[in-house]
Structure formats: structure tokens, C-alpha cells
């Protein structure tokens, strides 16, 4: 069975329905998993562009090690992120880059409906 939903833009009107099955449903919910915690957004916006190791990424979020490379298994886990071996090192890159306009997007519609919040 596949659950529609019903889009209304921002002008108020209504746009096309999103039909979506129980298996598009379950990979939604595996890629929206990966993108619920914010130690993995910042490792995600960390990857935007180019391929880093667990170390670079360390350096430049700031997150111990091993927490970082918990997230990124997770990330892995959940399709967001590819790796590619060079001898002893791992280096992790962003699946698709649809991924981070998904991102940017939630970034946007989080700061309107805060600042709907507090207009209220």
C-alpha cells in the first residue's frame, strides 16, 4: 500500500502528491536515521566536496576519534557516505551529492519554522 502525502509550498498552494511504498518508506527512514543526529550533519558537511580520512575529519569537527568514526560507520550503515582503501588508510566521501542539498534544505526549513516559533 503507498501513503500519499500531500505538499503545500510556502505560497500556500498545493503541490503534486508524493506517493510513497513500504520499501521506499523503509529506505527513507534508513536515510533520514543517518541524517538525525548532529555530530553526523557536521561530518557530512565536513565531507562536502572531497574525500577525507577519519583523522582529517577529526581535525576539522573537533569530535575524539573514536566518535567519529562510530558516526561514520553509521553514515556507511545508512548508504550516506562511501569509503575507498589506500593501503592502511580509509577514506570516506558523500554518496551523492543530493545528500547535502537534503542538508541544506532542512537547514532552511528548521530556521523558518523557528522563526515562525517565535513570531507567534
Given at each position: ?7 503545500i ?68 550503515r545508512?548508504?550516506?557516505?562511501t ?26 526549513i ?11
Amino acid at each position: 500500500m503507498k501513503r500519499t502525502i500531500r505538499k503545500i509550498n510556502q505560497g500556500g498552494t498545493e503541490t503534486p502528491e508524493l506517493r510513497l511504498g513500504a520499501e521506499a518508506s523503509r529506505s527513507v527512514a534508513i536515510l533520514a536515521k543517518g541524517l538525525s543526529d548532529e555530530n553526523r550533519l557536521r561530518i557530512l558537511v565536513c565531507l562536502c566536496g572531497r574525500k577525507k580520512s577519519v583523522s582529517k575529519v577529526v581535525e576539522e569537527v573537533g569530535l575524539s576519534q573514536p566518535l567519529v568514526s562510530h558516526h561514520l560507520k553509521e553514515l556507511k550503515r545508512c548508504l550516506l557516505v562511501t569509503i575507498e582503501r589506500n593501503g592502511p588508510f580509509i577514506y570516506y566521501q558523500v554518496a551523492d551529492p543530493r545528500v547535502l542539498d537534503i542538508v541544506q534544505s532542512m537547514a532552511s526549513i528548521a530556521t523558518d519554522l523557528v522563526a515562525a516559533r517565535k513570531t507567534l
